[in-house]
């Protein structure tokens, strides 16, 4: 992986990160299409490394809520508990069905995955009422264990894990503002909970060995991901009002529909269409 494939990859995390399109599912496409050709292990610990540059982006951006949950000392912190709650369904269904989450992850199905998440865009604009609905009510235990399930469907590669929160927020009965922010939050623990585990097996496989040689583009790739993440959080704070979500939904229709074709046709360094 070179300086160019890696600032690729780093604007690429810190717009889908906080984009309802999918960044682990944008960065497996772009490793096939530009066959960059590394260790799996290797590429698990990069792709870590890239979301730790977003998570900077979120403590940062949210740096009141953090310390105010620091203030609370965390456990007499409302918010703290339901961030806690909130990651719960993910981790359950990562314990319990991780294997089964991995063969869907394998590419061949990344495609249909970019399909599913069109999908739940349209939802979230016909669910919270298109784009003038502003009011919602507070994120309390119902809304933050809705949210946390629906974010456990976006362990699948090519489903959003924002898209699919923000989904769950605004069916639970939240404005998208309400929805958009907590789902940023919720990245936060999401993104520590994978830099622990993939980061762990990476290492076990000996993926530090095997990007020794890659310092820099990584470094370049973190720091890209953090920009770009910053501009994008902002933006979609500022906007999430005045946007419609089916751009996002006919984008990722076409961007499956695409994939799908290339996976058919055999286009590139894609897998083909299917289980495995």
């Known amino acids: 992986m070179n300086v160019f494939q890696a600032a690729l ?3 690429v995390q810190g717009l889908a990160e906080f984009l309802p399109v999918s960044s682990s599912g944008h960065i497996q496409l772009l490793e096939q299409l530009f066959q960059i050709r590394i260790e799996e292990s290797a590429m698990m610990l990069v792709t870590v490394l890239l979301h730790v540059g977003t998570l900077a982006v979120v403590v940062i951006v949210f740096w009141q809520d953090w310390l105010e949950m620091l203030k609370a000392l965390l456990v007499k912190s409302r918010q703290f508990w339901l961030l806690v709650l909130a990651s719960v369904p993910a981790l359950v269904v990562k314990v319990l069905l991780g ?3 991995d063969r869907l992850n394998g590419g061949g199905l990344l495609g249909v995955f970019f399909l599913v998440t069109a999908v739940m865009m349209w939802l979230v604009e016909r669910i919270s009422g298109g784009r003038h609905r502003a009011q919602g009510g507070e994120v309390g235990v119902r809304q933050a264990l809705v949210m946390g399930c629906f ?3 976006g362990m699948m590669t090519g489903v959003s894990r924002s898209g699919s929160t923000t989904l769950g927020g605004v069916s639970s009965g939240l404005s998208r503002q309400k929805a958009i922010k ?7 623990p999401a993104i520590l909970g ?3 585990v993939e980061g762990k097996d990476a290492a076990e496989a000996g993926a530090f060995a095997a990007i020794g040689s890659m310092t820099l583009p990584i470094l370049v790739g973190m720091v890209c991901a953090f920009l770009v993440g910053m501009v994008t959080v902002r933006f ?5 009002n005045k946007i419609s979500y089916n751009v996002f939904a006919v984008y990722m229709a076409v961007i499956g529909v695409a994939t799908i074709v290339m996976q ?5 360094g894609l897998k083909p269409l299917g289980i495995g």
């Open 236 to 240: 979609m704070l500022r906007m999430i």
């Open 99 to 101: 294997d089964v989450f």
């Open 9 to 11: 990859l780093g604007i």
């Open 151 to 153: 974010q456990a469907l």
């Open 182 to 188: 907590f789902c940023f939050m919720m990245s936060a």
């Open 194 to 196: 994978s830099l622990l």
């Open 264 to 268: 058919l046709i055999g286009v590139g």
